[in-house]
C-alpha cells in the first residue's frame, strides 16, 4: 500500500519505521521538516504540504498533538481536506474528542473520502514494535477499509461503534491510566516516607491480584527518578482536559480526573512538562516533603 503519515513526533515515527519495515511505500510530512528525517532517512518520502503527501495514497494516518494541529493538517489549499479523493481512506490516531472525530467524519464524507476515528493505548515501544492497541469508530465502510492497515501497526485492534466511539474509548482509558498513575504516585511518596524498600514492595504488588504492567513499569521508574519519555506529562495534561470537556459535554461527573488534571497542572507549571508522566511523582514527593528519588546505577 501507498500511505500518507502525517505527523512525525514519536508516535507517527514509529509507525511509519513499522509500515517501511512491513514494506509499504510511506510518505510523510510534518510541520517541522526536521522532525521527519528519522523516518526519511529510512526510506519515506517527505512531502512539502499535508495534500501532497496524500496524493496518491491510498490511506493517509493523522498523529498531531491536540486539535489545532489537525486544522492546520486539514484546512486550507495545501491542507488534506482540499486533495481529498473519493475511496480514499483518512484515519485520525491522534486523541481528540469524539464531537471533533464526527466534524472532520462529514468533511471527509462530502469529498467522498472515508474517515476513522483510531486513536491508540501504547507509546513509543508499541509504536515502533507494531505493538499499538487500537480502538477505531468507523461506519461499515470505513472499517472495512481500514482494518487491513491498522492490523498492520497494532497488536489488538477493535472496532468500537461509529465514528467518534473510537475518541470515546480512548479518553475513558485514559481517565483510568492517569488516575491510575497518580495513586501509584502518592503510594509510594507515602511507602518512602514510610522507610519502606520501595522496589520491594512493587515487587509484592506484583505478586498481588492487583498486579499491572503499569504498576511494575511506572512504579519502578517512579522511584528510581527515571523520567525518560515516553509519553510527555504535559500531553497528559492535554488528555486530562480533553477528558474534563468530553465528560462535561455529556453529563458525567469525573471528580477523580479533575482533581488528577489539576495535579498534572501544577507538575507541568513546576517545570516537569517535558518530562515523562510518570514525573507526578515528584509531585507527590514534594508535598511529602521526601528527597528526590535517585537514579539507579
Known amino acids: 500500500m501507498k500511505i500518507a503519515v502525517i505527523g512525525t513526533g514519536v508516535m507517527g515515527t514509529g509507525v511509519g519505521l513499522t509500515l517501511l519495515a512491513k514494506g509499504h511505500e510511506v510518505r510523510c510530512h510534518n510541520r517541522s521538516e526536521a522532525n521527519a528525517q528519522e523516518l526519511v532517512q529510512a526510506g519515506a518520502t517527505w512531502c512539502a504540504t499535508p495534500g501532497e503527501a496524500a496524493e496518491g495514497a491510498t490511506h493517509v494516518i493523522i498523529l498531531v498533538w491536540n486539535e489545532a494541529g489537525l486544522r492546520q493538517m486539514l484546512d486550507g489549499p495545501d491542507g488534506l481536506l482540499a486533495h481529498a479523493r473519493a475511496g480514499q481512506v483518512f484515519i485520525d490516531m491522534s486523541t481528540q474528542l469524539p464531537t471533533t472525530a464526527r466534524e472532520v467524519a462529514q468533511a471527509f464524507a462530502a469529498q467522498g473520502a472515508l474517515f476513522v476515528d483510531a486513536p491508540v493505548h501504547g507509546s513509543k515501544a508499541e509504536a515502533h514494535s507494531g505493538g499499538l492497541w487500537i480502538m ?134 513546576l517545570g516537569w512538562g517535558e518530562l515523562n508522566a510518570t514525573a507526578i511523582f515528584k509531585l507527590f514527593e514534594l508535598m511529602a516533603g521526601n528527597a528526590p528519588a535517585q537514579p539507579a546505577h
Open 136 to 269: 477505531a469508530g468507523a461506519d461499515e465502510a470505513g472499517w472495512a477499509a481500514a482494518l487491513p492497515l491498522l492490523q498492520a501497526i497494532g497488536a489488538t485492534v477493535h472496532h468500537m461503534g461509529p465514528v467518534g466511539a473510537g475518541c470515546a474509548a480512548k479518553l475513558s482509558g485514559n481517565h483510568l491510566v492517569s488516575s491510575v498513575l497518580a495513586a501509584l504516585a502518592e503510594s509510594l511518596a507515602m511507602a518512602r516516607k514510610s522507610g519502606l524498600d520501595c522496589h520491594q514492595l512493587i515487587t509484592l504488588w506484583g505478586e498481588s491480584d492487583f498486579r499491572s504492567p503499569i504498576i511494575e513499569g511506572a512504579g519502578r521508574s517512579m522511584i528510581d527518578g527515571d523520567f525518560g519519555v515516553s509519553f510527555h506529562l504535559r500531553t497528559m495534561v492535554k488528555d486530562t482536559e480533553l477528558i474534563r470537556n468530553h465528560s462535561e459535554a455529556i453529563g458525567v461527573p469525573v471528580l477523580l480526573s479533575n482533581t488528577v488534571h489539576e495535579l498534572n497542572k501544577v507538575a507541568q507549571n
